[in-house]
Nanobody, 116 residues
């Protein structure tokens, strides 16, 4: 059974940066993609970024393009989200997701708060 553990969240001022990590324990053989999603208070969980585990192709939500970068370390079974130029509206709980076809696993989430 795969477990996903996120880390790296915290409090940052507008314009600042944070780097999130998501480490997968257990076998992730055959995984298609790993991604980041976020959920702000009172809102639905939204897509942020996705990376193909094999080829490395990436996809981003329009709201984070040019500011966030998703990357992976296959040897460490870890995906990262580098977040720069953070805005107040980036405040949310950020979740990691592992995807095999129609199946997926989620992490427990890490809080990111952007505040002056």
């Amino acid at each position: 059974q795969v477990q996903l553990v996120e880390s790296g969240g915290g409090l940052v001022q507008p314009g600042g940066s944070l780097r999130l990590s998501c480490a997968a324990s257990g076998s992730i053989f055959g995984v298609d993609d790993m991604g980041w999603y976020r959920q702000a208070p009172g809102k639905e969980r939204d897509f942020v970024a996705l990376i193909n585990w094999g080829g490395g192709a990436t996809r981003y939500a329009d709201s984070v393009k040019g500011r966030f970068t998703i990357s992976r370390d296959n040897a460490k079974n870890t995906v990262y989200l580098q977040m720069n130029s953070l805005k107040l509206e980036d405040t949310a709980v950020y979740f990691c997701r592992l995807i095999w076809g129609t199946l997926s696993s989620w992490g427990q989430g890490t809080q990111v708060t952007v505040s002056s």
